[in-house]
T-cell receptor, first 112, second 115 residues
């Protein structure tokens, strides 16, 4: 069974601080996605990374895929209260069906 | 209007009752999924369907069944609910032609409590 571990599980910070969330596995991903889920809503896709070493930016969010495609990180610069939510990574470990395996999630709270 | 809708949004039921959760989508996607979310466990796949005639078990299908009534509708049933099925349930869709990496679109979720 492939497992995706996210850390930290919970993060509470003040507005304006920077943070990094990690997603790790012992297996190689063919690709990896990051989702954000707000209370009372379903997860919403933020980004997909495919190539080892790839870096993608979405405004203040920077996503990086590890060179060996076993890990990924999400860095938020100058966090804002609107960034509050549950961040989920989801990996595809093989081609074919492309079943998504979700990480355990990181709950972020940004206080004004 | 939401592309993926789920009904009901909240449900409280008793052990042993039969429950149906419904999902409808207007995205025109062939693939649909049912997940459950529990604190600290992320999202786990219950069932998935590639089209009306293709239904497959996910990693935690025991105690659940599904019906794909049409391309746009995918229902999840709990034949005899038990307390450890208390969770947040999500329906999702994807389009293998549009999303090369099976990117998924989620409904708002159904919060189910089994007493």
């Amino acid at each position: 069974t492939q497992l995706l571990e996210q850390s930290p599980q919970f993060l509470s910070i003040q507005e304006g601080e920077n943070l990094t969330v990690y997603c790790n596995s012992s297996s190689v991903f063919s690709s990896l996605q990051w989702y954000r889920q707000e209370p009372g809503e379903g997860p919403v896709l933020l980004v997909t990374v495919v190539t080892g070493g790839e870096v993608k930016k979405l405004k203040r969010l920077t996503f990086q895929f590890g060179d060996a495609r076993k890990d990924s990180s999400l860095h938020i610069t100058a966090a804002q209260p609107g960034d509050t939510g549950l961040y989920l990574c989801a990996g595809i470990f093989r081609t074919g069906f492309q079943k998504l395996v979700f990480g355990t999630g990181t709950r972020l709270l940004v206080s004004p | 209007d939401a592309d993926v809708t789920q009904t009901p949004r909240n449900r409280i039921t008793k052990t042993g009752k039969r429950i149906m959760l419904e999902c409808s989508q207007t995205k025109g996607h062939d693939r649909m999924y049912w997940y459950r979310q529990d604190p600290g466990l992320g999202l786990r796949l219950i069932y998935y369907s590639f089209d009306v005639k293709d239904i497959n078990k996910g990693e935690i299908s025991d105690g659940y069944s599904v019906s794909r009534q049409a391309q746009a509708k995918f229902s999840l049933s709990l034949e005899s609910a038990i307390p450890n099925q208390t969770a947040l349930y999500f329906c999702a869709t994807s389009d293998p032609l549009a999303g090369a990496h099976n990117e998924q679109f989620f409904g708002p979720g159904t919060r189910l409590t089994v007493l």
